[in-house]
């Protein structure tokens, strides 16, 4: 039996088909990292779509054939910046051999990250009380996924240390658990303004806090 055109394979896509692709893609991409600035300094409500576009060099137009609505942007913003955190944060921590060790080095890196890309706690410090109710309600369960799932890697590299005999028996996920939020609670209020002690000084402390949970190496 005959197969007719519409169910024929797609033709592969061509050559240039393929470099506009690549273009858009590049295209969306530096608007997406023009617009993390711009909702850093701006908020979700002080940044508007003609300001975003003059950061990113799009015409409006342009701007609006990538995402449509500025709510669309601020997800993609927010969701691109957050896995790229997190997957450095995790490359830079499993390069450590031992768990004591990566724990440790897991609060050096993520101090790290806040001083070298400051744009996204930015953005994320506004999160309690800057971004729109309909952004939460789009974002909530993705947001939550994503956090709930950073959280479990953290502690099961606490169940590691614990394995190890690094945690002098205090339960994995409660250490785990309390080490998110002392970097989340810490990174915020850094973030915020809302501590007047420095970031180094903070993140020498907390790492010298969780230090002393844990076993020195010597001893096992």
Known sequence: MAISRSETVDAPRSRREERRERELELRRADVVAAAAVEFAEKGFDGAQMSALAARAEVALGTLYSLFESKEQLFQVVI????ESVRAAVQAE???????????LHLIDT???RFRSE????RIYAQSTHGWPARIRATMGES???HFADFVQWVVGL???AAAAGALRGIDPEAFGLALMGALVNVTA???AGTTTRPAEALASDVRAL??????PAETR
């Open 93 to 103: 921590v499993l390069a450590v051999s031992g768990a004591r060790e990566r724990l």
């Open 118 to 121: 400051p744009v996204f706690f």
């Open 110 to 112: 993520s101090f790290e």
């Open 158 to 160: 606490a169940r590691d």
């Open 210 to 215: 969780f230090e002393r949970l844990l076993a």
């Open 189 to 191: 209020a850094i973030t």
């Open 143 to 145: 947001a939550q996924a």
């Open 79 to 82: 969701e691109t910046s957050a």
